[in-house]
C-alpha cells in the first residue's frame, strides 16, 4: 500500500511540475500579446489607474503600473501562485523572476 502511496505521490507532483510550466507559459504568450498591443492602447486603461490609485492611497509610496505590468501581475497571481490582486502581492509579482 505505501508504494503505491509514493508512486501516486510522485505522479502528482510531476502533474504538479508541468502545470507550472504551462502556467508560466501562458503569462509569458499573455504579456508578449499586451506589450505588442501597447502601441494601439496605450500604456495604461481604467482598470490600471483605477488599481494604482487604490494602491497610492495604501501607500504614499506607491510607483504605478502599467496595464500590461497589471495584466502580467495578475496572470502571475492566478495561475502561478494562486493568490489574490492586492498591492503588497502585485508588487511582489512584478519583481524579477529568475526563472525567466
Known sequence: ????????????LFAAAMAQ????EVCRRVNERCQRSAGNHGPNNDISNIFNEWCRRQNRNWRNISRCELTRATCRLTLERCRSLSCENVRNALGPDPRE
Open 1 to 12: 500500500m505505501s508504494k503505491i502511496t509514493l508512486i501516486f505521490a510522485i505522479l502528482c
Open 21 to 24: 510550466e504551462n502556467a508560466r
